[in-house]
T-cell receptor, first 111, second 113 residues
């Protein structure tokens, strides 16, 4: 079946630290992969996406590379800010409408 | 600006009552979705609709009902048959089948009192 596994949270980092949030997936064929971000009390916002192997999605200093050989799509940022504190969701989309979301990883950045 | 509007932001319901959550979009998106979010469980799909007057059950449709009479609107009714309705409900929409991703509303927090 299709599924997404994210690293357990919560993650707490100091400002300007390097961030990695691991995401691995199980899917048949060639899914598209996404990272969404959710700020407290809000809906999810699309952060970045990649539609094929070796694609790199990037936005607002965040990056993730679609690695088919390791079935991974890890989220990285070189220097986090307090404003990056949120919950991050990895997701995959197979043919058809349905997305499969991970359970989310909470990030807190302290000054 | 285009977007998805969910209302109300907070909703309280007495046990045994039905309640309807509103979702309206002005993005001209074809497809709309309802998700339920519980702590530590991520998002679970309740219902989705690809076109007007058509909708499909998701993974946890029991105790919920929807309608899609207009392209812009996809209301969700939480019925008294839903055993544990307290949750955060998210509505989303997409162009076609979502190849570019979903656009989400800001959610409705439902609490049963």
């Amino acid at each position: 079946g299709n599924s997404v596994t994210q690293m357990e949270g919560p993650v707490t980092l100091s400002e300007e630290a390097f961030l990695t949030i691991n995401c691995t997936y199980t899917a048949t064929g060639y899914p598209s992969l996404f990272w969404y971000v959710q700020y407290p009390g809000e809906g999810l916002q699309l952060l970045l996406k990649a539609t094929k192997a070796d694609d790199k999605g990037s936005n607002k200093g965040f990056e993730a590379t679609y690695r088919k050989e390791t079935t991974s799509f890890h989220l990285e940022k070189g220097s986090v800010q307090v404003s990056d504190s949120a919950v991050y969701f990895c997701a995959l989309r197979r043919t058809g409408n349905q997305f499969y979301f991970g359970t989310g990883t909470s990030l807190t950045v302290i000054p | 600006d285009g977007g998805i509007t969910q209302s109300p932001k907070y909703l309280f319901r007495k046990e045994g009552q039905n309640v309807t959550l509103s979702c309206e979009q002005n993005l001209n998106h074809d497809a709309m979705y309802w998700y339920r979010q519980d702590p530590g469980q991520g998002l679970r799909l309740i219902y989705y609709s690809q076109i007007v007057n058509d909708f499909q059950k998701g993974d946890i449709a029991e105790g919920y009902s929807v309608s899609r009479e207009k392209k812009e609107s996809f209301p969700l009714t939480v019925t008294s048959a839903q055993k544990n309705p307290t949750a955060f409900y998210l509505c989303a929409s997409s162009i076609g089948r979502g190849i570019y991703g979903y656009t989400f509303g800001s959610g409705t927090r439902l609490t049963v009192v």
